[in-house]
T-cell receptor, first 114, second 118 residues
């Protein structure tokens, strides 16, 4: 069964800390992997998309890496700020011919303390 | 440019009723997908539409249905509502469906429709 796991479910860090959020997935035959951010009561904002052929993507203080062989992706947040407090979800789209659905992890709720 | 618009934002229904939710994608986006989000199950895929055709469907009962119109706007319908259908329903649009060019795959989500079934 194709599954996406994010552990831990919640994380609290002091402001300024560099942190890593983990995402693991079964079945290495992925098409792409995306990281999203969700603020309470709101929709999702796409942060980074990594294609299967790529190893990492960067946007500002965010860096996402992909290791298909180990079934893992990490989202690195540099110099965390209170405004980074949100739930971070990773989602995998597996290779499935013309039709494939996005499978989400349950997310990591991040709290950055001032 | 305008984002993905979902209406209504909040609604309350009773068991046995039916509900229709609407999603207007970003202009130029032709792919629309729907997701159900609950505290217990997280985000689960419902369906994906492209050019008025359903391309993929998640593991939900037949009470959940959807459609897409020629202007790419989409609706989803849930009939015979159950308490367990209470959730945040999210719609996302993209230029192209699933396995297309990487830039075309990036999803933009709406704020969601929060359904409460009493």
């Amino acid at each position: 069964k194709q599954e996406v796991t994010q552990i831990p479910a919640a994380l609290s860090v002091p402001e300024g800390e560099n942190l890593v959020l983990n995402c693991s997935f079964t079945d290495s035959a992925i098409y792409n992997l995306q990281w999203f951010r969700q603020d309470p009561g709101k929709g999702l904002t796409s942060l980074l998309l990594i294609q299967s052929s790529q190893r990492e993507q960067t946007s500002g203080r965010l860096n996402a890496s992909l290791d298909k062989s180990s079934g893992r992706s990490t989202l690195y947040i540099a110099a965390s700020q209170p405004g980074d407090s949100a739930t971070y979800l990773c989602a995998v789209r597996w290779m499935a011919g013309a039709n494939s659905k996005l499978t989400f992890g349950k997310g990591i709720t991040l709290s950055v303390r001032p | 440019k305008a984002g993905v618009t979902q209406t209504p934002r909040y609604l309350i229904k009773t068991r046995g009723q039916q509900v229709t939710l609407s999603c207007s994608p970003i202009s130029g986006h032709r792919s629309v997908s729907w997701y159900q989000q609950t505290p217990g199950q997280g985000l689960q895929f419902l369906f994906e539409y492209f050019s008025e055709t359903q391309r993929n469907k998640g593991n939900f009962p037949g009470r959940f249905s959807g459609r897409q119109f020629s202007n790419s706007r989409s609706e989803m319908n849930v009939s015979t509502l159950e308490l367990g259908d209470s959730a945040l329903y999210l719609c996302a649009s993209s230029l192209a469906p699933g396995q297309g060019d990487s830039g075309a795959n990036v999803l933009t989500f709406g704020a969601g429709s929060r359904l409460t079934v009493l």
